[in-house]
């Protein structure tokens, strides 16, 4: 009854922006945090950026000062400006949710499907 849907991803050259977005959609209550994770081949998933229902904010070393993560908490939205893109940061992005259902105010965590970002001249 929760679904994460991610859009945004495609195939910029190095030094190039993309803008990744994540809507939550279903039986919410309350979203706690949200974040971004990323797994390129061969490597284990890391988280990229996280945002808390406070606001506060955590980043990659990877990425700080070239993405920035935001939300709109009326749209149950997380974005993720991707700045200055490296080869490196190529990778299946992730959305992340910790999500409070409503009735059992029981609190979850749900992935998106992933979105595929490719940096390459």
């Known amino acids: 009854q929760v679904q994460l849907v991610e859009s945004g991803g495609g195939l910029v050259q190095p030094g190039g922006s993309l803008r990744l977005s994540c809507a939550a959609s279903g039986s919410i209550f309350t979203i706690n945090a949200m974040g971004w994770y990323r797994q390129a081949p061969g490597k284990q998933r890391e988280l990229v950026a996280g945002i808390r229902s406070g606001g506060s904010t955590n980043y990659a070393d990877s990425v700080k000062g070239r993405f920035t993560i935001s939300r709109d908490n009326a749209k149950n939205t997380v974005y993720l400006q991707l700045n200055s893109l490296k080869p490196e940061d190529t990778a299946v992005y992730y959305c992340?949710?910790?999500?409070?259902?409503?009735?059992?105010?029981?609190?979850?965590?749900?992935w998106g499907q992933g979105t595929q970002v490719t940096v390459s001249s």
């Open positions: 992340n949710a910790r999500i409070v259902r409503p009735i059992s105010l029981t609190e979850f965590t749900y």
